[in-house]
């Protein structure tokens, strides 16, 4: 198989068949489907897609808490596991943090398949409102209020 990279960023794969003819071409953009910007990697859609910044400046800004995540998840989930709370508020840091990098993927996914099921105007609303369905599903002892996770969850943990 032989692959190129072509003008407009598109890669270019074709291969052989057993009768040697051309068996396939495949065109694959290896721009951000989100912001047509930049090169399509991990560390993009997830963290340096101007998108996925916005993002995460509204969850850290939420949750009152600052953070330089780098260049990629495996910063963010260092940070994570760095971040200095209880076991359970941490739980409630995971929780957010893995439903923020879903939506991501899945806005990534609606954007690449025009599904077009999430918005961009309203990314940080549907990460508020899964994550609190998320975290109390998770907890049998302790359930927060909505009205108080969407002011902070951190203010309203008593764990
Ligand atoms: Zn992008």
Redesign the pocket.
């Known amino acids: 198989m032989a692959r190129f990279r072509q003008k407009h960023n598109t890669i270019l794969d074709f291969g052989l068949g057993t009768g040697g003819l051309v068996l396939f071409v495949l065109l694959v953009s290896v721009l ?1 489907p ?2 047509s ?2 090169e399509e990697t991990v560390s ?2 997830f963290c340096l ?3 996925a910044v916005s993002i995460w400046e509204l969850v850290l800004r939420w949750l009152h808490l600052t953070s330089n995540f780098g260049t990629g998840p495996e910063d963010v989930f260092q940070w994570v596991d760095g971040a200095r709370m209880t076991g359970d508020k941490k739980k409630m840091l995971e929780v957010i943090v893995c439903t923020t990098m879903w939506a991501l993927w899945r806005f990534r996914n609606d954007k690449l398949h025009d599904a077009r099921l999430l918005r961009k105007d309203t990314l940080f609303d549907f990460i508020q409102d899964v994550s609190f369905c998320w975290f109390n599903s998770r907890q049998s002892k302790y359930r927060i209020a909505w009205v108080d996770w969407l002011k902070n969850p951190f203010l309203f943990c008593n764990l």
Do not use: G, K, L, R
Request: hydrophobic share 30%; aromatic share 0%; with cysteine.
């Open positions: 951000c989100i912001c910007e930049d993009h859609v897609c101007p998108v």
